[in-house]
């Protein structure tokens, strides 16, 4: 298939992505390159230097909102995807509201206590919404141990499940862009499976 | 009873378990976690009064910070 019927096809969709940090940034930036339609954006926080190691925002942004230094970011790069932002702190009590309408939700948290209370919210009020969460990715190198896995049709995780942030690992561009861009990789990979389910389904009506 | 433990079949001598149970005999120490049993997830106030049962198919996986 070539890239602009791909492109053409993943226009149709909307992703929520909690979170504009390391991992959101770099997540928004590949689904934007990808030609995705819309992305939902999520975030608090306002930049600063030590962001700079992994994050995809530039030194003369920092201060400003994330949300708002990624939509000038993703516009920049294509300006075709619609980038919503919200300057929201996420709770169990605004989630469903602000992703309502979005066909997959990524998780793109720093603290593993607002990736579990994402996973609860989403996985109980959002039924059959796919969640693509990031475990296991602080520190460098281990290539070799990080790993994709779907739970079932509604989750799924990318990274080590293993390295915790501490202060001796840190997390570091190499390794948060790599799990961020394989948290896009299983975005793309289930929009694109909906194209082999509506070709299988039109088959079948004209049976 | 044999269940399905991170798509690895396992056997427990008790016929039936208790979520907080089966994270006890399993030694499962590390707090941030996700459960969920048959696709259906389970919070974490409900560990205590969710039994699992005979061929449930139970995920975990362990959360860890950084993003």
Request: glycine share 6%.
């Amino acid at each position: 298939m070539r890239f602009s019927e791909i492109k053409n096809h993943l226009a149709q969709f909307r992703v929520g992505i909690a979170g504009a940090g390391g991992l959101g940034s770099n997540c928004a930036v590949a689904l934007v390159r990808s030609g995705i339609g819309a992305i939902v954006i999520a975030d608090y926080d306002i930049i600063e230097e030590g962001n700079l190691n992994r994050q995809y925002f530039f030194s003369d942004q920092v201060g400003m909102m994330k949300t708002t230094a990624l939509k000038e970011n993703l516009n920049r790069i294509n300006s075709d995807t619609c980038v919503l932002i919200h300057q929201e702190k996420l709770d169990n009590t605004n989630i469903t509201e602000i992703f309502s309408g979005c066909d997959i939700i990524v998780e793109a948290f720093d603290s593993a206590e607002m990736k579990e209370m994402l996973i609860e919210t989403v996985q109980t009020r959002m039924p059959g919404i796919p969640l693509v969460i990031a475990s296991g990715l602080a520190g460098w190198g281990k290539n070799d141990i990080i790993r994709y896995r779907k739970i079932d049709d509604t989750l799924y995780i990318c990274g080590d499940e293993l390295s915790d942030v501490t202060d001796d690992l840190p997390p570091m561009a190499p390794r948060v862009g790599i799990v961020a861009n394989m948290q896009a990789n299983v975005v793309v990979e289930i929009l694109m499976d909906k194209m082999k389910q509506a070709v299988q389904e039109n088959e079948n009506t004209i049976k | 009873m044999k269940i399905l433990l991170n798509n690895r079949e396992e056997e427990f001598p008790q016929e039936i378990l208790s979520v907080s149970e089966m994270i006890r005999v399993k030694k499962f120490s590390f707090r941030m976690r996700i459960i969920k049993i048959n696709d259906v997830l389970i919070s974490k106030e409900k560990y205590d009064t969710t039994i699992i049962h005979n061929g449930d198919n139970v995920q975990m996986l362990y959360l860890m910070s950084g993003g």
